[in-house]
């Protein structure tokens, strides 16, 4: 039997692996036959490459990455990674593979909660395929109408099947607590600068001390930052950081293309005059405006929708 293994680190083409049967863990090189493997049209690692033509996808280079399982090879005095299962999706900023869930972060206040940017992660997420989780923090310093608020409006996504927590990362014990949505996954998080997202990890894993806050406010975010992939393990799961961003563009190039990916929209779209065609704008009797007059679509998700169309449409695409 091969043995298979979890890649969970990678700096400098060294890997650090974790056996998935005995949870072992090796330092790992990747053997140099693999980096060229021959893959058909249907392969996972399909869509790495869906801008080039099919002739010279035949013959491509995959390098492992974080979140690939492989097949290694236990020589005598190095470990091998010898082949990488397929992948079931992946991402590339950061490089991670076979994300289980993105957890989406943000902060009630400092910075404000952005729906706008919550709605752009959502479509980012479902055209990536992957699952989104809201991770609202720094609730200690809301007033409780704020709190209230931000719940009324979040129920929402609660509503399209989206699972929200909510989190005061100082205070370590509350944090422990809402940790077993985590269990048994992969999850990446996701986030504007300075919404907690290394405070989080750090009170999930005390000893961690993953840099936070005002470090990376005095020396200009990125720069210092060590831009390595991690997965570290909490609990029955494996969690890893992503710095922050301030801007995130939408990757679609027709604004048709958009209402794919709000699962919510879809759901309604039979009933749209124009049926699955239907872009939701200027049509007759289209179900999703009759929805958002009726309140039972919130309003900001409709006019971020609206927003993005725009963006869409006023992009200009160079090749
Ligand atoms: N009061 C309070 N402060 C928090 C909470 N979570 C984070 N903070 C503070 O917010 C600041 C920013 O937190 P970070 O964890 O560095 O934010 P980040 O998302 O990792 O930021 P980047 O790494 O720049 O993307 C720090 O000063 C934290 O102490 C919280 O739940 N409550
Ligand atoms: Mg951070
Ligand atoms: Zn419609």
């Known amino acids: ?21 005995s949870k072992q863990e090796f330092e790992a090189k990747a053997r140099g036959g693999l980096r060229y493997v021959k893959v058909d049209p249907s392969s996972s690692f399909h869509r790495t490459i869906s801008k080039r033509t099919k002739k010279e996808t035949e013959l491509l280079q995959i390098s492992p990455k974080v979140g690939d399982y492989c097949y290694y090879d236990d020589l005598e005095d190095t470990i091998l990674i010898d082949e990488i299962l397929p992948r079931k999706n992946e991402l590339s900023r950061p490089d991670i593979a076979n994300i289980d869930q993105l957890l989406l972060t943000f902060s009630v206040v400092e910075p404000t909660f952005s729906f706008h940017l919550l709605d752009k992660f959502l479509i980012s997420s479902y055209q990536n395929n992957l699952t ?93 930052t060590t831009r390595h992939s991690e997965l570290y393990k909490i ?27 709000y699962p919510d929209f879809i759901e309604l779209s039979s009933d749209c005059r124009f049926g699955n065609s239907c872009n939701h704008l200027n049509e007759p009797k289209c179900k999703i405006k009759e929805e958002v007059l009726n309140g039972n679509i919130l309003t900001s998700r409709y006019e971020n929708y609206l927003s993005f169309i725009d963006e869409i449409k006023n992009k200009k695409i160079i090749y």
């Open 1 to 21: 039997m091969r043995k298979i293994a979890l890649i969970t680190r990678l700096i400098g083409g060294n890997y650090t692996i974790v056996d998935v049967e």
């Open 132 to 224: 989104p989780v809201i991770l609202v923090t720094k609730i200690d310093l809301a007033t409780t109408e704020e709190l209230k608020e931000l719940k009324e409006n979040l129920s929402y996504y609660q509503k399209i099947g989206i699972e929200v927590h909510y989190v005061n990362s100082l205070d370590i014990e509350s944090v422990t607590e809402e940790r077993l949505f985590l269990e048994g996954k992969i999850t990446v998080l996701a986030g504007q600068t300075g919404v907690g997202k290394s405070t989080f990890l750090n009170a999930l894993k005390p000893g961690l001390d993953l840099r936070t806050g005002e470090i990376s406010k005095a020396l200009g975010r990125g720069r210092h």
């Open 235 to 261: 609990g029955g799961g494996y969690i890893a950081d992503t710095p922050g961003f301030s801007k995130l563009d939408i990757d679609i190039h027709k604004f048709e293309e958009l209402k794919n990916y």
